[in-house]
Nanobody, 120 residues
Framework: QVQVVESGGGLVQAGGSLRLSCAAS????????MAWYRQAPGNERELVAI???????NYGGSMSGRVTISRDNAKNTMYLQMDNLKPEDTAVYYC??????????????WGQGTQVTVSA
């Protein structure tokens, strides 16, 4: 069974930086698109950034210009570098990945989330 696990969240002051990681593990066929979402209390889950297997990136509007998404396909790991963080960036950040099994089946994977808290 394939799973994705986030790490790197924590407490940071406004203006600070954090780097999140998301590692896929298990019997992996191939990982297609990977993405970061976030959800603040009372809000819907929103897209932060997405990256294809070939490295094409796209960013949601809320953090555009302050985040950089990247991935290491050899390690089946995705990263999110977040800079100039603001208190409104406080949320649970989730990893999402499209796994293509060795039999060609498409499976969506979600991590358990990692808390990011930005203090004023």
């Amino acid at each position: 069974q394939v799973q994705v696990v986030e790490s790197g969240g924590g407490l940071v002051q406004a203006g600070g930086s954090l780097r999140l990681s998301c590692a896929a593990s298990g019997s992996i066929g191939s990982i297609n698109n990977m993405a970061w979402y976030r959800q603040a209390p009372g809000n819907e889950r929103e897209l932060v950034a997405i990256i294809s297997a070939s490295g094409i990136t796209n960013y949601g509007g809320s953090m555009s210009g302050r985040v950089t998404i990247s991935r290491d396909n050899a390690k089946n790991t995705m990263y999110l570098q977040m800079d100039n963080l603001k208190p409104e960036d406080t949320a649970v950040y989730y990893c999402h990945a499209i796994h293509i099994t060795r039999w060609g089946r498409r499976v969506e994977l979600w991590g358990q989330g990692t808390q990011v808290t930005v203090s004023a």
